[in-house]
């Protein structure tokens, strides 16, 4: 009877020893083939965070100055600025700094006729605008140097006297314009006038 029991008993723990290094093997394959997939948080270190961009004034800009000169002595016979052609500039870089030029030819060719006599002006320039924009609230700004190469021709014929004022050589001037469509700054003789497209 004795042995019986320990047979049985035997049986038992050799029983439960198998049905636990069963569900143990089974329970460490399941777990060696689970992948865990971690779930993004909102701002954690190697996270790609898209920056919002603000659109720029000066970025692709494009206008033309409208150029007006008084050439020779304009006290002696009272003429007033005439516009003597245009000079198209662009912004032609994609980034800060917004660098802007552009070039054109002035020509200008008039005779005023009075009773005193008449005043003729014979003008060419090469002209070229180089500088920046500068983004600024509520609109950019023009920084710029512009540089006129040429020559002129000044004829003054009066009661017999006939006078020739030839010049030639460069003038430059620097000035600052905000990009508002017709603002203007000017000099002594001279004055550029901003046209901006109105799309």
Wanted: net charge negative.
């Amino acid at each position: 009877m004795n042995i019986k029991i320990s047979t049985i008993k035997f049986s038992l723990i050799f029983l439960t020893w198998i049905v636990v290094s069963t569900v143990a093997c089974s329970l460490s394959d399941n777990l060696a083939s689970t992948q865990v997939t971690p779930t993004p948080t909102s701002g954690a270190p190697g996270s790609i965070i898209n920056p919002t961009s603000s659109i720029s004034t000066c970025n692709g800009l494009s206008g033309e100055f409208e150029v007006k000169v008084l050439v020779g002595p304009a006290e002696a016979v009272g003429l007033e600025p005439f516009s003597v052609g245009t000079i198209p500039f662009s912004v032609v870089t994609g980034e800060v700094p917004y660098i802007v030029e552009g070039s054109g030819q002035l020509v200008y060719q008039d005779m005023l006729v009075k009773e005193w006599g008449s005043y003729s002006v014979d003008l060419v320039m090469e002209t070229t605008v180089t500088g920046e924009c500068v983004d600024l609230d509520p609109t950019g700004r023009l920084d710029l140097s512009v540089e006129m190469t040429g020559e002129q021709m000044v004829e003054v014929i009066s009661e017999g006297f006939t006078g020739e004022y030839p010049w030639a050589g460069t003038y430059s001037s620097e000035f600052s314009l905000q990009l508002i469509d017709g603002i203007s700054t000017g000099g002594e003789g001279w004055e550029f006038i901003l046209h901006l497209p109105t799309n």
